[in-house]
């Protein structure tokens, strides 16, 4: 990149300008010591073409400069200070929703206040066309941002009423109906990165952007497609659906949940059905069975009913088809008295 001229150089271009012209030697007309004007003139000249392009110089440098300065905010190299309440959250958190009332949170807001912010958050312009000024590049007045990653630091900077310091994430496929979905990918990823996710916010987390991106998605999507996308194993997806899916109640039925261990959340996982759908159900009952035993001379006669349906049984008993009209009537009779459904 070519570099501009320092400011010492140009006066001392400046300066070797007059000390040329001073060094000339006088004409002699006979009338006077002075340097004739036409003299001086063209020695002006050429000191003036000398700073004329010293300076051209300079600004083409500062402007290649500048240009730099809004590729490197656009693409995430250059850490800038907003202020939070510029700042929208369009998806929200995947941490319990009570975080801000953890002792963890207070604790980044003492730290955040005694040492200052290390790790900048994660934003996109609101605007997806938004360049910085190319003539104050980090000047963001009135400029909105969309967070994706660091609201507890976000919002321990708004708390310290000071500017939060974030850098502008990739916005590759941010124009498409996968945007959202995209968006929860960075905030998993930057969480995961860190082992910041409890065994049960991880799993909420992954069945959130599963059903996100299912619902955007043009194609049936697959497990194993999707654990692919967020860099996970294909194991875990049905799981994350089902955790997701069933989240309410687990949170009714577990109150530590947040608190448990991997192992201990694998008991957990343990009432949930494989399809993704819904807390595992019960098996139903086996079909209740009755049966009565009479005889008919010196032959048995059972009778049973099973889900519903009746049968007569025996062996041995020869019967016409009368007699079989007349014993479906004294059934029939029966039934109807007792006041059968």
Known sequence: MARGLKRSLLKDIGKSAVDADEAQPPVDDGTSNATPKAFKRASAGAGSAWKAGALAETQAGLDE????????VLNGDQVLEIDPNMIRDPVGTD?????????????????????????PILVWP???????????????ERIQFLLLAGRRRCEAAR?????????????????????????????????EKRDDLSAFERQVSIGQMYEELRSSSETKLTAKAFAERIGVHESVVSRARAVFKAKDEILNAFKNVYELSFNDF?????????????????PPAAAQKLKVVRK???RNLSVETTDGKLSIKTTGLKINKAQLEGLGDLVADYLNNKGAD
């Open 65 to 72: 400069a500048r240009e730099a300065m809004v590729s490197d």
């Open 95 to 119: 941490r319990r929703s009570d975080w801000m009332k953890q002792e963890g949170f207070r604790e980044l807001v003492e730290s955040i206040k005694a040492n200052g912010q290390d790790l």
């Open 126 to 140: 609101e605007d997806p066309n938004w360049r910085p000024d190319a003539l104050e590049p980090k000047n963001l």
């Open 159 to 191: 708390l310290l009423c000071r500017p939060v310091r974030a850098v502008i994430a990739s916005q590759e496929g941010r124009d498409g109906p996968e945007a959202t979905f995209q968006m929860l990918v960075l905030r998993f990823r930057e969480n």
């Open 266 to 282: 694998q008991k957990v996982l343990a009432h949930l059905s494989d399809d993704g759908a819904q807390p595992a159900k019960k």
């Open 296 to 298: 008919v001379g010196s």
